[in-house]
């Protein structure tokens, strides 16, 4: 396993194999954080291609690269992009519809089913719409716009590539000796990742009525312990 398979993996932006080879060998990090950005950008680049072949080179090059400094560069790449999309949305508008730029991923229907969502779902329509390709960057031009919450998106859209990116990163690490076949398995690894987050949710969402059904229950408690004090103190 060298550069050059990695660079073949990678090569879906359209640059030949050798120069892929010489910037990840001479420049690791610009090259893993420009090639996540055009992926976040909508083009036809799937974003765990390069997390698992940065895993790779974790691996077996680690001169290279570092852990920490991979995933951070990473998380800026997918985030610039996706923030990139939501502000092209806000500062366009429904217009966007039309735009002849994006025209071929926002058609009105689906901008008006990613727009209902968001205002059923809020942050979860979001959270969960970055984990599919080819629906990521339309939900990010049409949470801008939308006018979603700029605060709201950022939040729901960096905790699903947190919990995206050590993922396929790790994958890369491990299986750095079995890439052809791992790429067999891409979508079933995607399918189990969609299932942590949304088995997550709902754990959230159950933990959180949860605490709300006791401090409904603990409510009339606490009501007859300020009752109790307010006669003792009537009394004195």
Known sequence: MDFHLLANMMATIGLDEGTLVSWLETAFYPT???ILIIASLGLPIPEDIPLIAAGVILSRHPGVATW???LLVALVGIM????????????????????????????????AQTARAF????????FFGRFFVGIRAMM????????FPYWRFFIADCAGALLSIPLFVLLGYWFAGMIPVLRQYLVGVQGILLGVAILGAIGLVI???IRAMRRLTRQ?????????????????
């Open 80 to 111: 610039s992009g996706d923030l990139i999309l939501y502000m092209f949305g806000r500062l366009a508008g429904p217009s966007i519809v039309g735009h002849k730029g994006v025209r071929w991923l926002i058609t009105p229907r689906r901008y």
């Open 119 to 126: 205002k059923r779902h809020g942050m979860w329509a979001c």
């Open 207 to 209: 933990a959180l009525k």
């Open 140 to 147: 990010c031009m049409t949470a801008g716009a939308t006018r």
């Open 220 to 236: 009339p408690e606490d009501v007859r312990v300020l009752h109790s004090v307010d006669d003792a103190s009537s009394a004195a």
């Open 32 to 34: 893993l954080l420009g």
């Open 68 to 70: 920490p400094a991979t």
